[in-house]
């Protein structure tokens, strides 16, 4: 049984392309050695990030999160439990959306991203969610 979380949040300063690489290097490397798979989305200073393995490490990977003074305005999307990996292959895949793409997976013509990213939802249908599966989605249509 593997736990998942996933979540939006805002950049609290701008963080070049070389610090998130830097971030993902290390992140890549602590989620190959406790088993954490997933998926990180980064699109004009929002974070959305999907992630799973076992329940012990996904938390402790979850209260770090929390605790890292890049992130603000976490909103958790949702959190469970499943018998298999979503993302099994991928340790931490990566992408920056352009608005382009965004606009080209989402269907959204018009963007507030405030509206779109920040808003608390209780829902599966966070706009959050919904960009995570379009875009992987996508990945299996290119």
């Not at 950049?11 to 890549?28: A, F, K, P, W, Y």
């Not at 393995?53 to 890049?70: A, Q």
């Not at 991203?113 to 599966?133: A, S, V, W």
Request: net charge negative; charged share 25%.
């Amino acid at each position: 049984m593997y736990k998942y979380v996933s979540y939006v949040s805002e950049q609290t300063h701008s963080l070049s392309e070389e610090s998130i690489q830097e971030l993902l290097l290390h992140s890549r490397a602590k989620n190959t050695k406790h088993q954490i798979t997933g998926l990180l989305i980064f699109f004009q200073g929002v974070f959305t990030q999907f992630f799973e393995g076992p329940e012990h490490y996904v938390e402790k990977v979850y209260r770090s999160i929390l605790d890292d003074s890049r992130h603000t305005k976490i909103i958790e999307l949702s959190t469970g439990y499943s018998d298999k990996r979503y993302y099994a292959d991928w340790k931490m895949a990566y992408h920056r959306l352009s608005t382009d793409q965004f606009v080209k997976i989402t269907g959204y013509q018009e963007l507030d991203r405030d509206q779109f990213f920040t808003k608390p939802c209780t829902t599966l249908h966070h706009p959050g969610i919904q960009l995570l599966e379009s875009f992987v989605q996508g990945l299996h249509f290119a």
